[in-house]
């Protein structure tokens, strides 16, 4: 860690830091227990907060948390209007989720990088500890897996198994010669929506977290904050855009599964 007194090597404290606190043997069923309890932990305070709000909701002057609130539903609201051209009520809910939930797993990247691993390891006993949930590929393909599985589900729906099909087989060239080739290109145009959803995601954020990493592993631990401050005023862009990114790209998958050619 970066306390005084510790003597831990750059190379050390980086990997340190970019160490998950995890259960399994490492392979794939090896489970990322400080991810999963912060996803959940800030998806809960998102449910816990817009609840709240909604139940105190008042027609008079509202306070100003509610105006942020109504401000961000609003905001989704009319990005879901502007890009989604079909008619499902699960759309603007999932995309105010997806985005308010991965601005509050973003911001984790903005606490000080030993303010919560230090007491962790040191009052705890905790070795390993990864604040950020979108710097792990993990959370962020689960979330991009999620978002693959609704286009499937509704592109099956709405255009039914063989209209599906038909899309992948005769799409862009409608010949039956070309069946073969249309297959490989859409299913390879299909699988890659995920993975550059998810992949997108955590490149970013995890850029975000080594370059905080590194600026905390070349200072003293009471002066970190004199170098991060001015990249993380820069990483609040980052932040923001990654989650409507996200957002709107789960838009746009939807809304194209619902399309029926």
Not at 3 to 26: F, K, M, Q, R
Not at 173 to 185: A, C, E, Q, R, S
């Amino acid at each position: 860690m970066a306390a005084p007194g510790e003597a831990l090597t750059p190379s050390g404290y980086i990997t340190h830091h970019l160490t998950n606190l995890s259960v399994g043997d490492g392979g794939f069923w090896t489970v990322h227990i400080d991810s999963l309890f912060f996803s959940v932990l800030t998806g809960a305070l998102f449910l816990w907060v817009f609840r709240s709000v909604a139940k105190k909701a008042t027609t008079g002057v509202p306070g100003k948390l509610q105006c942020f609130v109504e401000l961000v539903v609003e905001f989704v609201d009319q990005n879901v209007k502007e890009t989604f051209h079909g008619r499902n009520p699960l759309i603007a809910p999932l995309a105010l989720t997806i985005f308010c939930w991965i601005i509050l797993m973003n911001l984790m990247d903005l606490v000080p990088i030993d303010f919560l691993p230090y007491p962790a390891e040191h009052w705890l006993g905790i070795p390993y500890l990864k604040v950020v949930p979108t710097a792990d590929v993990n959370i962020t393909m689960a979330m991009a897996l999620g978002v693959f599985a609704l286009m499937i589900y509704y592109s099956i729906k709405v255009k039914g198994l063989g209209g599906f099909a038909k899309e992948l087989a005769l799409h862009p060239f409608n010949h039956p010669v070309m069946i073969p080739f249309n297959l490989v290109l859409e299913v390879i145009s299909l699988l890659a929506k995920p993975l550059s959803l998810g992949m997108r995601l955590f490149g970013n954020m995890f850029a975000g977290e080594v370059v905080f990493i590194l600026i905390a592993a070349m200072m003293p631990w009471w002066a970190q904050w004199l170098g991060s401050v001015p990249w993380a005023i820069f990483h609040i862009l980052v932040i923001l855009i990654q989650a409507f990114v996200f957002m709107m790209l789960t838009i746009v998958y939807l809304s194209m599964a619902h399309e029926d050619h």
